[in-house]
């Protein structure tokens, strides 16, 4: 059973530019939540995706912006690239039972994002 | 907005020994959930534990166990019998019952156990 999977692992960039990152949910997911991780720092929540759509997001700029496809994979996009956007991208998903999100997340080993 | 507070950025413990992780929240839901997550350098986020806020009984997972105290926000995760495989980043993290799968994440703790 695969888990949540990543891509790229590593990612240069320089200011300006764009960059998409890529997530796979664990088997059997449906919701996917993406988060920042600046070095030495917890995880920041960017936003969630269900059923294709955006259901809630952190305190981020829309330069963050992010795409779920019919197979539950996501996309986070991130345009004009600052230096400050240099961190760890998690992704973790989770399945939806009934009305409420399942309480437990899996997170995939992330992208190291470096912007120069 | 709820918070979460690890105070102590860095531990060491020697193998074998027992070492409890600190980690206090701010939250005016009465129904919530808690987490550990451990991050080893390989920086994949590991489930530890997990409590409901609903129950009183503290939750255990083999080596591992907390200490909830839900009057004083507090939630500390005490691991026995130390590992070199315990080394790892951990992080105590907040969510909400209900409709939600947002994660609050305090700063982290670094844990190192030295043979």
């Known amino acids: 059973d695969a888990g949540v999977t990543q891509s790229p692992t590593h990612l240069i960039k320089t200011r300006g530019q764009q960059v998409t990152l890529r997530c796979s949910p664990k088997?059997?997911?449906?919701?996917v939540s993406w988060y920042q991780q600046a070095l030495g720092q917890g995880p920041q929540f960017i936003f969630q995706?269900?059923?294709?759509?955006?259901?809630q997001r952190g305190n981020f700029p829309d330069r963050f912006s992010g795409h779920q496809f019919p197979n539950y994979s996501s996309e986070l996009n991130v345009n004009a690239l600052l230096l400050g956007d240099s961190a760890l991208y998690l992704c973790?998903?989770?399945?939806?039972?009934?009305?409420?999100?399942?309480?437990?997340?899996?997170f995939g080993a992330g992208t190291r994002l470096s912007v120069l | 907005a709820q918070t979460v507070t690890q105070s102590q950025p860095e531990m060491s413990v020697q193998e074998a020994e027992t070492v409890t992780l600190s980690c206090t929240y701010d939250t005016s839901e009465s129904n919530y959930y808690l987490f550990w997550y451990k991050q080893p350098p390989s920086r994949q986020m590991i489930l530890v534990i997990r409590?409901?806020?609903?129950?009183?009984q503290n939750a255990t997972e083999n080596r591992f166990s907390v200490n909830f105290q839900k009057a004083a926000k507090s939630f500390s995760l005490k691991i026995s019998d130390s590992q070199l495989g315990d080394t790892a980043m951990y992080f105590c993290a907040f969510m909400k019952n209900g409709n939600t799968g947002k994660l609050i994440f305090g700063q982290g703790t670094t844990l190192q156990v030295k043979p």
């Open positions: 088997s059997g997911h449906d919701t």
């Open positions: 973790a998903s989770s399945a939806y039972s009934g009305d409420r999100v399942q309480n437990i997340q899996y």
């Open positions: 409590q409901e806020a609903y129950k009183q």
């Open positions: 995706y269900y059923e294709e759509e955006e259901r």
